[in-house]
Nanobody, 124 residues
């Protein structure tokens, strides 16, 4: 199983970035695909998630209205469009796959497969 995250970089506050995560190695048809982030010295935290089958999404309050998660099933890829970026969005961003129930989509321990992370740096 491989999850390959990409798209990170350096951007000014107010700018945008689009992260991608390519999944391979097994069927993800019944999975939830999540994005988490970890800033230096902080715990890894939930950002957004989407069901592989269907349109249900969930976002952390801190990114609602600014970030959008989507997927392309044909390409086995999940995206995170990040707009209106703030310096506090600076972190390593990780994609993950698992089968938590909706109420637990924000629980990182319930995601079984993880990508290697991509660094997003937002300058003020």
């Amino acid at each position: 199983v491989q999850l390959q995250a990409s798209g990170g970089g350096l951007v000014q506050a107010g700018g945008s970035l689009r992260l991608s995560c390519a999944f391979s190695g097994r069927s993800f048809r019944n999975d939830v695909m999540g994005w988490f982030r970890q800033a230096p010295g902080k715990e890894r935290e939930f950002v957004a998630a989407i069901r592989w089958s269907g349109s249900t999404t969930r976002y952390a309050d801190s990114v609602k209205g600014r970030f959008a998660i989507s997927r392309d099933n044909a390409k086995n890829t999940v995206f995170l469009q990040m707009n209106s970026l703030k310096p506090e969005d600076t972190a390593h961003y990780y994609c993950a796959a698992g089968r938590p129930v909706y109420s637990a989509w924000d629980q990182k321990a319930l995601y079984l497969d993880w990508g290697q992370g991509t660094l997003v740096t937002v300058s003020s």
